[in-house]
Every structure is written in C-alpha cells, then in structure tokens.
C-alpha cells in the first residue's frame, strides 16, 4: 500500500512563507510524478503543482507561479511545495499526490493520480 504523508501547515500571515513537505511509504517515487492540490473551504479540489519523475521540469497554476516552487528528493523518497509570498487565497488543505504510472508526464488533472495523501491544513491570515 502507498502512503502519502504531509506535513507542514500552519497557519501564517500573508506575506509569509511556508514550506510543505511530503513523506511516501510503499513505493519508490523516483519513476513517477507528483503533484500538489488544495482544496479552500466550500470549494473544490484544486492542482497546485507538479513535477516529473526526475525533477527536471514543473508545473504550476497561474495563480502561484512565481510564488511556489514544487521539489523533489527521490534518495528520501519526499516531495516538497516552498511557498512563498502567501495570500489569503492560497488557504486550504493541501495534499501530495501521485501519479499512478510510472514515466508519464503528470498534468493538474486529478484522475491520473493513483495516490493521495490526508492533507495538511494551511492557513493564511491577512
């Protein structure tokens, strides 16, 4: 079984950073991607974040380009979302995710993750 563990939410001011990180049992995450979404109160799901297998290339939403930076470390099997510039908007559970085959380019698109985790809760103050 896969399991996905993230960490690091808090809650903090707007204008603040935040690094959230992600721990995977159960499988070895360096021939996959991963990927980052939140969902805020009374909304749905959204991507955040993704990265391929080896690290090399990114992807983000709009919204947080700039202000995020999605990184991998396939030795500790982790993936981690530095966060930075934060608003009220980027509030929400925040979950790691991974793609459910191995060497495909990951995409914001849910149904091609296979795994997923509890979910961290961040919060931003303004």
């Known amino acids: 079984q896969v399991r996905l563990e993230e960490s690091g939410g808090e809650l903090v001011q707007a204008g603040g950073s935040l690094t959230l990180s992600c721990a995977v049992s159960?499988?070895?995450?360096?021939?996959?991607?991963m990927g980052w979404f939140r969902q805020a109160p009374g909304k749905e799901r959204e991507f955040v974040a993704a990265i391929i297998w080896s690290g090399r290339n990114a992807y983000y939403r709009d919204s947080v380009k700039g202000r995020f930076t999605i990184s991998r470390d396939n030795a500790k099997n982790t993936i981690s979302l530095q966060m930075n510039s934060l608003k009220p908007d980027d509030t929400g559970v925040y979950y790691c995710a991974a793609h459910g085959r191995p060497w495909l380019i990951p995409s914001g698109r849910q149904y091609e993750y296979e795994s997923w985790g509890q979910g961290t809760q961040v919060t931003v103050s303004s």
């Open positions: 159960g499988r070895t995450i360096s021939r996959y991607g």
